[in-house]
């Protein structure tokens, strides 16, 4: 269990009143990783979604069988991350890993999602919060896509 | 306003009752379109979310000024498209333009958006729709970055 003032500083919570942040919390905890460890495989069942409060944590993909992962986002303090916990088809498409030493809040997927059907208006306010960070996730990809695909064209 | 039989058979709406279905019909109309017509440019401001029942579009975007349009995904038959209308900004972040003769049914954003204020039953089970398409996108694109990194990586041409 996390304190309830530690959710209110997320933004996919802002929205939520303080007796619903306490049901929140109950699905909510703590945890460390060090630098160079897997928070989660690519591939896995996706369980939990997590909060990164401190440090530093990459998404990476591994192009083919022989390839090395490469890292596809960079998650910043604050972010959130592994939200397929709440999206079908509940798998991870990626893999994380911490790059600094790293405090995050893991919320068990199974617990926010029963809490999601008894109080729908929970439910509505953090997909609706988390749709707003895939949109922003994927509109940043895009634009590494454009600049990547401009300095090979030699435009930059 | 469509009738209730269009509205029930799409996935976006599965779960909701049919008293909750009529109040979705009336924020909806029809709308066709020929082939390769542009439905709505990225960046326009983002006023309707829309469900294909026939056809095909096209999602994409230009690099620059007069290049070519970058496809990033094909909507097929029962998909959404045009979800920036719940999400903010608000803006489109694509360009949807038809591949074959399509029928659509638009739905009021802004609209739909108060509807799930007053009943977050509708409100949740859409958003959690929406959301997963919006991932399912971004999976895409990670994917198209991931082979330019790639590809930079082996030092081999793109494209």
Known sequence: MVSVETLKGITIFRELADYELENVAKTAYEETYESGQRIFAEGAWAQRMYVLVEGEVDIRIRPNKVSDQLTVDTIREGEIFGWSALTEPYSLTAAAWAVKKSKVVVLRGDGLRDLFEKNNHIGFLVIKGIASVISSRLRKTRTRILELMQSHDGII | ?159
């Open chain 2, 1 to 159: 306003m469509v009738p209730l039989d269009i509205i029930k058979g799409i996935g976006l709406f599965e779960g909701l009752s049919d008293h909750e279905l009529d109040n979705i019909t009336e924020l909806c109309y029809e709308d066709t379109y020929e082939a390769d017509e542009r439905i709505f440019r990225e960046s326009d401001p983002a006023e309707s979310l829309y469900v294909l029942i026939e056809g095909e579009v096209n999602i994409g975007f230009r690099l620059k000024e007069g290049s070519e349009r970058l496809t990033v995904d094909t909507i097929r038959e029962g998909d959404i498209f045009g979800w920036s209308v719940l999400v903010e900004p608000y803006k489109f972040t694509a360009a949807a333009i038809t591949a074959k003769k399509s029928r659509v049914l638009v739905i009021y954003g802004k609209a739909l958006r108060n509807l799930f204020e007053k009943n977050p039953h509708i409100g949740h089970l859409v958003m959690r729709e929406i959301a997963s398409v919006i991932s399912s996108r971004l999976r895409h694109t990670r994917i198209k970055l991931l082979e330019l990194l790639y590809s930079e990586k082996e030092g081999s041409q793109i494209l």
